[in-house]
């Protein structure tokens, strides 16, 4: 079965911090891209960072960049999202998605088209 579960979304107020961990099972990680998306409300689903695992490369998009950090650990197979400075625009479900990197590449890290596997989702809400 493959399988990502996301977890650590919570509601803070700006300026605040959160780590979410995307724990993927069933494949081996190391041959995949581990994407972030966010939806806010009344949003389309927005790409906004992604690992390669095959050559440790990273993507940010321009809204997170400076603010979001994305690291994998391999022994865990988990992939963290560390988000600082959170403002209300970042509000909405995190999901992280999982694609063959070579698949990613080419397709592009943003698009989730690029991504054959999806966690759940969590909830992240930044307000005062």
């Known amino acids: 079965q493959l399988q990502l579960v996301e977890s650590g979304g919570a509601s803070v107020q700006p300026g605040g911090s959160l780590r979410l961990s995307c724990v993927v099972s069933g494949f081996r990680m190391d041959y995949y891209a581990i994407g972030w998306f966010r939806q806010a409300p009344g949003k389309e689903r927005e790409g906004i960072s992604c690992?390669?695992?095959?050559?440790?490369?990273?993507y940010y998009t321009d809204s997170v960049k400076g603010r979001f950090t994305v690291t994998g650990d391999k022994e865990k197979n988990t992939v963290y999202l560390q988000m600082n400075s959170l403002n209300a625009e970042d509000t909405g479900v995190y999901y992280c998605?999982?694609?063959?990197?070579?698949?990613?590449?080419?397709?592009?890290?943003?698009?989730?088209?690029?991504?054959?596997?999806w966690g759940q989702g969590t909830q992240v809400s930044v307000s005062s």
């Open positions: 690992i390669n695992n095959s050559d440790g490369k990273t």
């Open positions: 998605a999982a694609g063959r990197a070579t698949v990613v590449v080419a397709v592009g890290y943003s698009s989730h088209r690029a991504y054959q596997f």
